[in-house]
């Protein structure tokens, strides 16, 4: 590991005391603190209803099971963003349509996704990607007239908004995933969030077996007594949250706005420091959203490709400086490559942001001399290139 990590997560003496107490409890899964928890981030986002899991794939596996997404369905999605948003729409056999991103947000263009609806078009999967929210209205609303439902991987928008609602709010289902490097963590755990309560309860059985769920789901002779413990209503996964996990994600929820505050803070030093920065790009917040900081992610411009781009990340690791690609093309990996025949210039903005972009080290904890080492070893690497292009 670098000496300056690319991300660290925030775990104060709460959320250590939280887990102690669960562990002195006894319980360790299915009980009042999974349940609290559910209710932290639904009530957060404005849902009636929230289902913890135990990942943010496993929320999107389970949101588009819900839907009843399937086998010769297309659900139009990112080209650029973390894998799982694409990979959770093979799991259930549908086929992921990808449409090219707007360069300055880095979400999908509406525009593109409006073109690429089909009748074979079942949902709409959009990414608030680095915890943008930008054309989450937008996006809902042409869901809404097309008949589809918007499904927000919202794994990286937690605290964020777009026109004052808040993400996780605009899709029929939203999820939410904690891994460490999330706003908020619980190790590994993620919640679907959603108002719509049959698809709550599916999720909550699909979650556990496919068992009935405590309040029934009408179509079982064993629905509500005891013994509904064994009734299988349907396929179902282990997708469940232990009380360990939960107990911290309750104790990280409490410390929401402080965590999301220290991010802001350190968000807005970068900006200061690296806006007289020549050849960078910086990130781009446009009314009406509020971002969300999850990552800190500079572009070079298109002077540069991905060779000088790579070259300045293994100069960073070099001075063990924490630095990253973030996000190759998913069309792009071997995998999708292979079964799908993507090319390169498919995808032509998603592709060009792709392999310029650099994320670097960030965390609420991190102080001003840590920042000041940072952006010095990027200056450094940056004007090495310089040197090497004249
Ligand atoms: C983190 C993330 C997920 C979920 O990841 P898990 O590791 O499964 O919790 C999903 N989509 C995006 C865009 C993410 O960044």
Redesign the pocket.
Known sequence: MSVIPLSKPDIGDAEIEAVTDTLRSGRLSIGPRQARFEELVADRTGRRHGIAVS??????HLSLLALGIGPGDEVITTPF??I??ANCILFVGAKPVFVDIDPRSLNMDPALVEAAITDKTKAILA?E?FGNAAHMEKLAQIAQAHEIPLIE?A??GLGGSHNGRPVGSHGRAA?F???P??QITTG???MIVTDDGRLAEFCRSTRNQGRATMSGTGSSAYGNVSGSWLAHERLGYNYRLSEIAASLGCAQMERLDQLLDARRRIANAYMQRLCDVEDLILPTIDEPNHMSW?VFVVRLNDHYGHTERDRIIEGMHRHEVGASNYFPCIHLQPFYRETFGHNKGDYPVAESVSQRTIALPFFGQMDDTTQELVVQTLKVMIQREQLLQR
Do not use: I, R
Not at 55 to 60: E, F, I, N, R, W
């Open positions: 990942s943010g794939t496993a929320g999107l963003s973390f799982a948003s990414v990607v991987d794994c990286e999820v995933g904690f891994y490097n999330k590994e755990g993620g999850f």
